[in-house]
């Protein structure tokens, strides 16, 4: 399955995709490219980060609403409305906006950037897509009576408590998992496709390892992990925002699917009804080829309609005339 | 020869290259991957689109300079210098801005883009980084009497000549040439890497075809395609821009080299003394990476040193750390 750009009738460029389609015990259903390929989870760990949150009680401690966990586990748009929210659970854990240590950026949202630059809007830390996920990470240590100060650190217990938590769903050992330091300034980990889909396929089951009740079962016996997936279902407008690929591929099945994108080309998935796990990589790391790859997939494994959008996107010259389209080409093999 | 993003000690992305190194005669000498790779030329192609001005006459009938047919075959910075001296060429072949068909861009250096948007400048037509090979196409049309009007259609007089052109330097037949349009509305041609090298080899003996003397004695005997050379050895400065890579390349090695990029990951070369040509595509368009992978190749093949910055490029998160490196890894093949 490669991601082509078409110019004219013709190909391009080339951007290699590697998925692996996993089912809730493990076993590899669906693959292409190579499913074992290692590379950094980056931002599609959010979810597997948040989940001490949950587990170690620092959710109920603090009184964390699905609102708080959903943006915990976002790579948000920097929207106004995103950032208030996000400056509410700071206040919520006893923590402000001096306390997050990621950096700030453009936003992930052209219109939000373009509308911050127009009106000149100094984009601080709590404008980071990762703000939410940097404010769980101090309600992590606050909880725990960790120090928080130096919570990005590596060795710091929070850094070392969402390691244990990635080994855990996707079971990989943590001597086996490569650990850097990742675009806000934590841990990112490094793994096959395979044990991030796996991951993603055990949290439709609200829990890690092999447990036998299914998806569907999960909502009436609700294991505490699946807070952070009710947390997601119910608010894609938070784990992206508006108009971004994650939030329209949610939107288009609700209830039905959690896509979470990462930086350098990573995504990943869990289809509730089927209960699987989906990992995908761009071996380039283009950003715009996963989503196409990952529409494409879900589509393949049964989740049409997708937004016509992340179907194909034509590309444009100088003068604005279409020259060409970046298009999916080929799919899975089971 | 791949191209990677490292983050820690890890390869998270990687980007697979593929390089054609060709004599004078032809011959393939050197390879990485496929150096029978399809893609589109794009502004490595500009030095034959320039071609037919000083084949034709044009130059000689408008008294075009070294300077003029530099810019012409320059995807250019968009520094306030090269627009003027656009300016005075469309001035010196009777055409004005107005007559421009490319479009508008943020211009490819970063510096001359802050600058632009802190002062307010309005980019017009001729701020393209392609308004030197646009303003060429104007007088060649003018010299031929055709019409100035349409010159970027692909059916027009121009851009027929320029097809010619790159089929008798490439020695690809015409039919089997791809156009399609380019970034800035003109025709650009998709080419194996083989034919796109054997144009840049061909260029040091400043004839297309299998002429027997030497790139040495090309100065003395000077055919009048040399003109084209001569320009872009002798003008670095306008064949990309300060601080820009084929600039940089070229200036580590004055007179020795002639190295020239398009858009997505596409890049040409000549070495003068050698008299070797070379091609090379990343094939998922990274343009980063063609820079280090053409830095890489020019070393190997004993244009050493190459600047500092062209070997390897740190990459930081949004704190600022340097958290990996983007870095050539392998070589060429025999």
Redesign the interface.
């Known amino acids: 399955m490669h991601v082509e750009?078409r110019?004219?009738?013709?190909?391009?460029?080339?951007?290699?995709s590697h998925v692996a389609v996993v089912d809730g015990e493990g076993h590899l259903i669906a693959r292409a490219g190579d499913p074992d390929f290692?590379?950094?989870w980056r931002s599609a760990a959010k979810p597997f980060q948040a989940m001490p949150l949950v587990l170690d009680g620092a959710a109920d401690h603090f009184g964390m609403t699905a609102v708080d966990l959903a943006l915990c586990c976002a790579s948000h748009s920097s929207e106004p409305g995103q950032v208030n929210l996000v400056r509410e659970l700071l206040q919520k854990i006893g923590c402000s906006e001096r306390d997050l240590?990621?950096?700030?950026?453009t936003p992930l949202s052209e219109a939000v950037a373009k509308d911050y630059q127009t009106r000149g809007v100094r984009l601080t830390a709590v404008y980071?897509n990762c703000s939410g996920k940097h404010a769980g990470m101090l309600a992590l240590a606050r909880h725990h009576d960790w120090p928080t100060e130096g919570y990005a650190r590596l060795d710091h217990p929070v850094q070392r408590r969402c390691l244990a938590e990635v080994s855990r769903w996707t079971g990989a050992p943590e001597r086996e998992i490569?650990?850097?330091?990742?675009?806000?300034?934590v841990a990112?980990f490094?793994l096959p496709l395979r044990s991030m889909a796996t991951a993603y396929a055990r949290l439709g089951k609200g829990e890690a390892g092999n447990a036998k009740h299914a998806a569907t079962d999960a909502s009436r016996s609700s294991p505490p992990a699946f807070r952070i997936v009710e947390a997601m279902l119910r608010h894609p407008e938070l784990v992206a925002g508006d108009g971004r690929p994650c939030t329209a591929m949610m939107r288009a099945h609700p209830g039905r699917v959690i896509t979470k994108v990462g930086a350098?080309?990573v995504y990943g998935a869990l289809l509730m009804r089927e209960g699987l796990g989906v990992a995908i990589k761009?071996?380039?790391?283009?950003g715009p080829a996963s989503v196409l790859a990952m529409a494409a997939v879900l589509r393949e494994l049964g989740l049409e309609p997708q937004p016509d959008s992340l179907l194909a996107t034509p590309t444009r010259?100088?003068?604005?005339?279409v020259?060409?389209e970046l298009r999916v080409n080929g799919g899975l093999v089971q």
Chains 1, 2 share one sequence.
């Open positions: 750009l110019r004219g009738g013709l190909v391009e460029s080339r951007h290699v290692v590379t950094f240590t990621c950096g700030p950026h980071s490569g650990v850097a330091v990742d675009g806000c300034g990112c490094a350098e080309g761009i071996e380039d790391g283009h010259n100088s003068r604005g005339e020259v060409g």
